[in-house]
Structures are given as C-alpha cells and as structure tokens.
C-alpha cells in the first residue's frame, strides 16, 4: 500500500524526505536514544517547533509530526489515538507512521502498523 506513493531512497534517509511526502507524517520515537537521535537530526536539518523554538528546547514525546515547512509538533491526545488506531486519515492526508529507529536504521520497512 505505502511503497510506491511514500517511497524514500535509500540514500537520501532524512527528515526533509519524510517531511516531503504527501502525507501528514507522525514519527514515532520508542525510547530515549531514538527521541535524542530525532532531535539531533532534527536540529541538523534545520527543523524547530511551530513557534520558532529549538528542538533541544523541549523533551520530545514518543510521537512528533514532521510539516512540510520544516517545523515539528507535538501531537497531542487525539493524534496519539490517531496513531494508535486504524485510522488512515487525518483532515485530507494519509497519516504515515514512521518508526524513526527502523528508518534510520535503513529497514526497508519502515511504517509503523497499528
């Protein structure tokens, strides 16, 4: 279902591919040293909140939504259901469930399945 509409290469495994996408992109961060290589990477490729405010600036959840403009937000209760679920989704977008240790491990399979 996700591999041809949401490819991305092999070698161009970054923030600013996924964020790219025409999806609305959560990235999930099972534990502390996956959230602090996503804030590193994050910060490396000039991501920052909605509000301007540095990565490093505030502890990340387990969930973060990528936006094409290079900014990162938390996403609340109703994402965290949202991604939890079956839900395919949010407003006019596909929601694409990224766990960030297999994508920057480079496993092919990257999406996460509820």
């Known amino acids: 279902m996700f591999k041809r509409k949401f490819y991305v290469p092999e070698g161009d495994r970054t923030l600013k591919a996924l964020a790219a996408l025409d999806a609305r992109v959560y990235v999930y961060c099972p534990n502390r040293r996956t959230k602090q290589r996503f804030i590193e990477d994050a910060e490396n490729e000039y991501f920052c ?4 405010v540095s990565l490093k600036e505030r502890e990340p959840e387990d969930i973060m939504a990528l936006n094409q403009d290079s900014t990162v937000n938390f996403v609340g209760y109703v994402g965290h ?10 407003g006019e977008k596909t929601l694409l469930r990224v766990d960030y240790r297999k994508y920057v491990a480079g496993h092919r399979r990257f999406i996460y399945m509820p």
């Open 81 to 90: 259901l949202a991604f939890r679920t079956t839900t395919k989704k949010v």
């Open 49 to 52: 909140y909605r509000d301007g």
